[in-house]
C-alpha cells in the first residue's frame, strides 16, 4: 500500500503483528502454490455463524447449505463447513449429517457477537485452513459486514446478493442483480477464492431426512476441528453493547411473515371530504398488522415525511422502507394500499410472488401487469372491513390468519 | 475531540430512479443505454453519507468533509450544481466510469488510492463515511474493500445513527435483521462508517453554501484525472431487464365489503 504523505497512524504495524498472531493455521501449513491450487479447485466451504440464541444458525444458512451441497454434487467437489460463534457445539450438530469432509469452528466469547474486527479474523483463519476456491455464506447483516474484507485478504473476490449459483460447462455462475433489481446479470469470475453471500429464499433448505441415511448408509460425521485464533487487545477497541429492538406491541417488520402490507403516502393525504385522516390511518394499520401477522413496508415518499416532520404515521421509520432505495424483502404475498405502484415502488416488489393492491386509481402503475389483482376502492373503508373479517375468523379458528 | 475529524465521504452518481434503464452490450460489457443522456443524482445511500458527515462536522469543530466522488466529469458537474447547494465540502473528482457493471474490487482500490492522495488529511482524525449499498451496483461490498485498503479495521455497515458520547467515543447504530439495530462503541477514529438512511431529512438549497463550494468544485473537476477501472477478472455473461408481466384483473364494481371478503380468503389460503 503506497504511503499518504502527512498521514499518521496510531496502529501502524499493528495489523501485520494482528494478522501473524490471528493466523497460527497459515504459519504451520506452508504449502507451494501449485498444491494450494490443486486443493482449492476441489474444494467448497460453507461457512456460517451461529444464530443470536447460539443453538442453530440463521434460516438462511441452511438454505445456503443446500445450495453448496448441490454444488458440491455436480462438481464432484470436497466440502467442508465452517461456523463462529460464541459456542458452536450445538449448531454444529445441525449441520454435521450433511455430509462434510470436514468441519472447522472458530468459537470462543470473542466470536460471540457480530464486531467486524473479531468476525474477519476468524472467517479468514478458517478460509485459509479450508482452502477452498469457492466460499458460500448466507447474506446475514453479521456476514454482510465483514465478508468482503476477509475476500480482499484472501486477495480474492466478493459478491453479494447473489440469487442463484450454477455450474455449466465447467464454469460457474452467480446471477444476480444490478440498479435495485432492475437488470439481472450473470456473472463469473477468474479470480479465487470466490466468496459468494446468497441471499434467502433462493435455495430449499437443507435438512436432515431419513432417506439421506437409508440410501447413503449412516454419513461418517467429521470431528469438529477448532481453529484458534486469538485477537490482541487492539482488535477489541469496539465493543457491541446489545440490542435495541421495538417493544414488542410496535414491531413492525417481521421478514418471516407470509405478507407484505406496503402502505404509501396516500393514507396521509387529503380525502375525499378534503381533510387528512392519519388518526384513522394509524390503528387501522397497526390492527391489520396485528391480526393478520404481516410485515409493514413504506414507500420512500411516506418514510421521509417522517424525517421533514410532517403529519405522518409515527410507527413508520426508513426500516420500513421498500423500493427502489430501500429493502427488497422476500415474502409470498404482498399488499399494497394507497401507493401507486410507479417503477420505483414495484422493484421493492420483485421477489413477493403473488401481489394484490387497493387503490382510488384505475390507471395506476399496478394496473400495468405489476400486480396479479387490483381492487379500485377506498383502502380506508377496505381495511376496516377487512381486520373485522380477520378478527371474526380468528375467533372462530384455532389458527391465525396467516 | 479538539481537533475535528476529517471525514471523508465515498459517493458516486446513478440514474435518476424515474428512468427506465435498458442494458446493452459494448466491447468492454453491458452498459445503460443512452447511459451519459439519462439524469443522474447522488447515490441515495452517499446523499445520506453526505448530510451526516456535514451534521457531525457542523457539531464538532474544526472538522472537514471532502466527498470523493467517481464519475464521468460532466455528469459530476450536472449533480454537484444540486448537491453543492446543501452541505459544505470540498470535492475530489475522480473522472472514471460510475456503471453499475464496474468491479466493486476496482472502484474500491481507485477509491483508496483517490483517499490517500488527499493532503493534510490526518489519520488519527479520518472517519471513513459512504452508503452501505449503491443504487447502481448494489454491491455491499466496496466500502468494506476501502477500508481494508486503508487498514480502517473499526468498520460499520448498515449504520442509521452515529452519536459521539462525552468521552469522545462513538456510539453506533447499525441495522440488523427483523427491524432491530445493534449497538456498538467504538473508542475514536480511524472508522468506516457505511450508511444507511440515518435518521436526517435532506438539507435545504442554500444558494451561499452552494456560491462557496463551486468555487473549488468546478477547478476540482478541471483537474479530475481520468482513470480506466479494471475488469478485474469479472465476466458478465448476460444482462437484461425482467420480463415478467403479470396478467393484472382490475376490480371495478366490488364494494367494500365484498373486496374485503375476497382478500380474507387469499390471506387464509
Sequence with gaps: ?402 | MTNGYHIVVCGSIVPDPLQTLEPVETPTGPALKNEMMLPAVLDPWAAHALYEAANLASKVAGSKVWLVSVGPKAKLQQVMMTIAQRVSFELVPVDASASGFADAHATAALLAETIQGISGIDRSRLLVFGGWESASRGAGATMQLVGERLEILDQFQGVDQLTVQADDSFEILERIEGGRHQVSICPGPPALFGWATGNLPEPRNNPQVGMANMRTVMPALQRAKSVPLAAGGLHFLSASPPKQQRQTRVVKDQSSDQIAQELAEWIGK
Design chain 1, 1 to 402: 500500500m503506497p504511503k499518504a504523505c502527512g498521514i499518521k497512524c496510531p496502529f501502524r504495524g499493528w495489523w501485520r503483528k494482528f494478522r501473524t498472531l490471528a493466523q497460527p493455521v497459515l504459519i504451520q501449513s506452508k504449502r507451494t502454490i501449485p498444491e494450494i491450487k490443486t486443493l482449492m479447485s476441489q474444494s467448497i466451504l460453507f461457512l456460517a455463524h451461529a444464530s443470536e440464541a447460539g443453538n442453530t444458525l440463521p434460516k438462511v444458512s441452511y438454505e445456503v447449505l443446500g445450495a453448496a451441497l448441490e454444488l458440491t454434487k455436480q462438481l464432484g467437489a470436497r466440502l467442508t463447513i465452517g461456523l463462529i460463534g460464541a459456542d458452536v457445539s450445538a449448531a454444529t450438530e445441525t449441520v454435521a449429517a450433511a455430509g462434510a469432509e470436514r468441519i472447522l469452528a472458530v468459537a470462543g466469547p470473542d466470536f460471540a457477537t457480530a464486531r467486524y474486527l473479531s468476525d474477519a479474523a476468524a472467517a479468514e483463519a478458517i478460509c485459509r485452513s479450508a482452502g477452498a476456491d469457492l466460499i458460500l455464506a448466507p447474506a446475514t447483516s453479521r456476514f454482510m459486514r465483514v465478508l468482503a474484507g476477509v475476500a480482499h485478504r484472501l486477495n480474492g473476490c466478493v459478491d453479494t446478493h447473489v440469487t442463484s449459483l450454477e455450474a455449466a460447462n465447467g464454469e460457474l455462475r452467480a446471477t444476480r442483480w444490478h440498479y435495485r433489481q432492475r437488470i439481472e446479470a450473470v456473472i463469473r469470475r477468474d479470480a479465487r477464492p470466490w466468496m459468494v453471500l446468497l441471499e434467502s429464499g433462493c435455495h430449499a433448505a437443507w435438512a436432515k431426512t431419513t432417506t439421506d441415511t437409508e440410501s447413503t448408509g449412516t454419513p461418517s460425521v467429521p470431528k469438529v476441528e477448532q481453529i484458534p485464533v486469538t485477537l490482541p487487545k487492539v482488535a477489541t477497541r469496539t465493543v457491541v453493547t446489545g440490542i435495541r429492538a421495538p417493544k414488542s406491541d410496535v414491531q413492525t417488520i417481521r421478514p418471516d411473515a407470509n405478507l407484505l402490507l406496503v402502505a404509501g403516502a396516500g393514507w396521509t393525504k387529503k380525502q375525499a371530504d378534503g381533510k387528512t385522516h392519519v388518526d384513522q390511518a394509524e390503528p387501522l394499520i397497526l390492527d391489520f398488522l396485528r391480526v393478520s401477522g404481516a410485515s409493514l413496508g413504506g414507500s420512500k415518499s411516506l418514510v421521509d415525511q417522517t424525517g421533514e416532520s410532517q403529519t405522518v404515521l409515527g410507527f413508520m421509520t426508513h426500516l420500513n422502507q421498500v423500493g427502489q432505495t430501500g429493502s427488497t424483502p422476500r415474502h409470498p404475498k404482498g399488499l399494497s394500499t394507497c401507493c401507486h405502484g410507479e417503477e420505483p415502488h414495484v422493484v421493492g416488489w420483485r421477489f413477493i410472488n403473488e401481489r394484490r393492491a387497493v387503490n382510488l386509481d384505475p390507471n395506476c402503475g399496478w394496473a400495468r401487469g405489476k400486480a396479479d389483482v387490483l381492487y379500485v376502492a377506498d383502502a380506508f373503508e377496505v381495511l376496516a372491513k377487512l381486520n373485522a373479517l380477520l378478527v371474526q375468523k380468528s375467533r372462530t379458528s384455532p389458527e391465525p390468519a396467516v
